[in-house]
């Protein structure tokens, strides 16, 4: 039976045509934000946040030189490993569940609510976060092997009263989707539904009645990076094949989050990458399906 879903699995993937990824507005991004893991378009703003190792800061940009216009600083915080952002019409969650090593066994979301960040004219302003807390209920006691296994997850949407968590997909299969409440609390998550990907997925957003995710192939090098749209919502325990994928081989470039702009299409953004003494460094761009 195994066997049967990997082929149909793959039939479906192949079904889907590749079409052209076109960048617009490429632009570089501040060094504040070399390793940029999450962004997110709100109040004429892009709201961003680096990976593990940064302190708690989400940065606040403008949208057309893309300087750091304001620093929210989430209070008894700590940044493990922030892979994502999303939002509702009252919350930003800050999605601190990167799991490379596969031996993270709970996991957090940090809840801000917009009114504390929009209440300030400060440049500086700190916010009180609330918690939810999960872990994988279908996660083995044993320890992972580092990159292989699909419990490390770096993409993240709201929709509907509901957080979505998608597995980065290490093993080169789907990627699953969890669902936890936005309620603050300690939840243990199951997959409700899987994406017919197979790439790493690294970023999510919900946009216009569809769910939008970005993400890139690896082998010895970076070889493409990826955007592709999926019709939402769709029934527990599916299996949700691709709508449309889109593509390109770029140089240097890790892409890790993709930012709606209602009406407008999306911000791509990348982290500085280095090998051998050749790369790139933080950068952004616009994408209009």
Same mark, same amino acid.
């Given at each position: ?61 403008? $949208? $057309? ?70 872990? &994988? ?13 699909? &419990? ?38 199951? %997959? ?9 997925? $690294? ?58 702009? %209602? ?27």
């Amino acid at each position: 039976m195994r066997n049967l879903f990997v082929f149909v699995y793959f039939l479906c993937l192949s079904a889907v045509a590749q079409q052209n990824l076109k960048i617009r507005g490429d632009k570089a991004l501040p060094a504040d934000l070399r390793e940029i893991s999450g962004a997110v378009f709100w109040n004429g703003m892009l709201w961003a946040h680096n990976d593990g190792g940064d302190a708690p800061v989400l940065y606040g940009l403008d $949208t $057309t030189e893309f300087k750091v216009r304001k620093k929210i600083y989430v209070q008894n915080a700590v940044n493990t490993d922030w892979e994502d952002i999303a939002q509702d019409e009252t919350h930003i969650y800050i999605g601190d569940f990167g799991n490379n090593s596969g031996n993270r066994n709970y996991l957090q979301v940090y809840k801000i609510a917009k009114k504390d960040i929009a209440a300030s004219a400060s440049d500086s302003v700190p916010v009180q976060p609330q918690i939810i807390t999960f872990s &994988y209920k279908d996660k083995p006691a044993v320890s992972q092997k580092k990159h292989r296994h699909n &419990y490390d997850a770096e993409a993240m949407a709201v929709s509907e009263g509901r957080i979505y968590i998608f597995s980065k997909n290490w093993l080169r299969g789907p990627s699953l989707v969890y669902a936890a409440d936005t309620a603050a609390g300690a939840y243990v998550l199951a %997959p409700v539904c899987t994406l017919g990907t197979d790439f790493l997925v $690294t970023g999510a957003e919900f946009s216009e009645g569809k769910l939008w995710v970005c993400g890139y192939h690896i082998e010895l090098k970076i070889e493409k990076v990826y955007v592709a749209s999926f019709t939402w919502p769709v029934a527990e325990g599916a299996v949700l094949n691709m709508e449309a994928l889109y593509s390109f081989t770029p140089a240097f470039r890790q892409m890790e989050t993709i930012a709606a702009v %209602p009406g407008r299409g999306f911000f791509l953004a990348f982290e500085q990458l280095q090998a051998g003494g050749v790369g790139s460094g933080p950068g952004i761009f616009r994408f209009f399906p």
